[in-house]
């Protein structure tokens, strides 16, 4: 029994210690996740599409679900189908698994439940893929070039570095326990994109949204006929008193 715990506490600091080190030991952003906007939902599925599903896949996520947040059959084909040219299709990469493999060292993981999957005790998964796509920073030691503070050696590149231009991090280094640390205290500016930081922070929560929105499409329908049940539910119950205390008025 003592072993079976002692490989059980085991376990758990491993698990532990992969999660903190996932998390880059810096803060999550919240991320600006609104389902009830559509315009957000209709730029990230373009973003998505364009920078995201060359690598990744959503296979459990068809074109013509897009139609939920606006778009029309006939948008669908002309601005979003690169991978297949039938709306009623999964989303599939562009790339080769076998060929991802080789080239990152893994296959890159399908996105349709990223959003859901990637949530921690520092906040929701879209909080997460908040932060990590505007932590990315230039790292020659690695073969990608690329380095994340959200996720420390990750195998991916870059994929919106144009549009975000090159950062590189700030660290300050103070005493913790007698021991000099590293603490995270900015991103500094060493290239432009082609967009301003504000210009693509909007952009990442326009594509994180998506994310959030793609994990579970119905939410939105889900939410709303939840609330209508609420209501009925609280109707009926007001009956049900009502009716409760007229048959046993003249009970002593």
Request: glycine share 8%; net charge positive; with cysteine.
């Amino acid at each position: 029994m003592k072993k079976i715990i002692l490989t059980a506490i085991a376990a758990f600091g491993i698990f532990a210690g992969a999660a903190q080190a996932s998390e880059g030991g810096i803060s999550w952003d919240k991320a600006p996740v609104d389902m009830s906007n559509t315009a957000s939902l209709q730029n990230g599925a373009k973003l998505f599409v364009n920078y995201c599903l060359n690598c990744h896949s959503a296979s459990f996520m068809r074109f013509n679900r897009l139609k939920d947040i606006g778009l029309t059959d006939q948008q669908i084909k002309d601005n979003l189908l690169f991978t297949t040219d039938k709306v009623g299709e999964t989303m599939k990469a562009a790339i080769d698994p076998k060929q991802a493999k080789d080239w990152f060292g893994a296959t890159p993981p399908d996105l349709t439940l990223i959003a859901r999957s990637r949530a921690g005790h520092q906040g929701t998964g879209a909080d997460y893929l908040y932060t990590f796509l505007r932590t990315f920073y230039r790292d020659d030691t690695k073969a990608t070039g690329w380095n994340n503070l959200a996720f420390p050696s990750v195998a991916m590149p870059h994929p919106l570095w144009q549009m975000q231009g090159v950062r590189r991090p700030i660290f300050e280094e103070v005493e913790s326990h007698g021991h000099p640390t590293q603490v995270f205290k900015g991103m500094e500016q060493v290239s432009a994109g082609t967009m301003t930081p504000l210009q693509y922070d909007q952009a990442v929560g326009d594509l994180v949204n998506y994310l959030q929105w793609m994990g579970e499409p119905a939410q939105n329908t889900r939410v709303r006929v939840g609330v209508w049940v609420l209501f009925f539910l609280g109707i009926c119950t007001f009956i049900a008193w009502r009716l409760n205390a007229a048959y046993w008025k003249d009970v002593k």
